[in-house]
């Protein structure tokens, strides 16, 4: 059965507001944030400074069986561990956000297209490796979809459905 978590379209992506985005986080993780509202906020910036910025939508893979396996508070765990792990491999000007259940995202300010593929190869193999929860040794995937303001988009909405789209063009 294929993981929940990559079934992203435009008309269910939590990368904006759904009633999915008020649900109850995981213990230990941030207020679930839709995408494109916090982006709408630094594009302005963007617009007054002349710079561009960059949306990553970041999908996981391999989250359903270990909820299935192991029981959704080792799953909280290893959640809250992919939180930490993409907090620390972001600049410090970036903004992580945690969009939904399982789904993550980041804001890269003064990003370009370049600066967004090395962050996203970055990110990739980071959040793949290994993960010590417990005793166990959980592995996951991560596939992340850039979008580039002003190229993909012009508004925070428009940004993280082209990021989202990117996330399911690399399945």
Not at 3 to 31: C, E, I
Request: glycine share 8%; with cysteine; net charge neutral.
């Amino acid at each position: 059965m294929p993981d929940q978590a990559f079934q992203l379209s435009a008309p269910n992506v939590p990368l904006r507001a759904s009633a999915k985005a008020s649900a109850v986080p995981a213990p230990g993780l941030p207020n679930h944030t839709p995408l494109g509202p916090i982006t709408d906020r630094e594009l302005a910036a963007c617009r007054r400074n002349g710079t561009s910025l960059a949306v990553l939508a970041i999908g996981l893979s391999g989250l359903e069986s270990v909820a299935h396996c192991h029981g959704r508070a080792v799953e909280n765990q290893l959640l809250h561990a992919v939180w930490q792990r993409l907090r620390n491999h972001l600049r410090g000007s970036d903004v992580a956000v945690h969009v939904g259940d399982r789904e993550f995202g980041a804001i890269l300010l003064n990003a370009t297209g370049s600066t967004a593929a090395l962050v996203d190869a970055r990110l990739s193999e980071a959040l793949s490796q290994p993960y010590g929860i417990g005793e166990l040794e959980i592995v996951i995937s991560a596939r992340i979809g850039v979008a580039v303001y002003p190229q993909a988009g012009t508004t925070g909405e428009a940004l993280a459905a082209a990021a989202a789209q990117n996330v399911i063009a690399k399945r």
